[in-house]
């Protein structure tokens, strides 16, 4: 609408994601062909050594490929059967990452999902160093619950559909 201003990443990710905004995570780009967003790399996101947790780069990888699932499949209920993630590079304290999710198959039962998580610089905010690489398999046929018809309404507010 004309004087109003577009709501600010973290906000959007906030109703979107709770687990992933908790960690700092900010969506850029919904759509039933992208999904993608960034996370500055925190104590709250690292192992003892201060390098990214792997189990973060696993959960960035499955919720972003899960939302972009949920968003081709016409909003039918997702669930993840399998999830295959290589770790590439080390992300440490302070860094700033990219995560980027594109489908390779969004079939009407079977959808897959290839995720990459780049370490970008700051201040060009070109990619650098290529991270992890996911490769996320979800089961996309079921019907959603009515309750999550709210939830729907707000992804595609957001969404680029």
């Not at 992208?34 to 696993?58: D, M, W, Y």
């Not at 949920?70 to 304290?93: D, E, P």
Request: charged share 20%; hydrophobic share 40%.
């Amino acid at each position: 609408m004309v004087g109003e201003k577009a709501p600010s990443p973290a906000p959007i990710t906030a109703k979107l994601d709770r687990t992933l905004h908790a960690l700092g995570f900010q969506y850029d780009l919904v759509s039933p062909e992208r999904i993608a967003g960034h996370l500055k790399v925190t104590e709250t996101c690292c192992q003892p050594f201060n390098v990214l947790n792997g189990g973060v780069s696993a959960l960035m990888a499955e919720s972003l490929a899960s939302m972009g699932a949920y968003i081709a499949s016409g909003f039918k209920r997702v669930a993840g059967v399998q999830l295959a993630t290589n770790h590439l590079r080390a992300a440490l304290l302070g860094d700033f990452l990219e995560a980027d999710a594109r489908p390779v198959h969004a079939g009407k039962t079977i959808q897959v999902w290839e995720v990459h998580i780049w370490k970008i610089d700051p201040s060009t905010a070109e990619k650098k160093t290529l991270v992890s690489t996911s490769r996320v398999t979800l089961l996309s046929n079921r019907q959603a619950p009515n309750d999550l018809k709210d939830y729907e309404q707000m992804i595609k507010s957001f969404a680029k559909l």
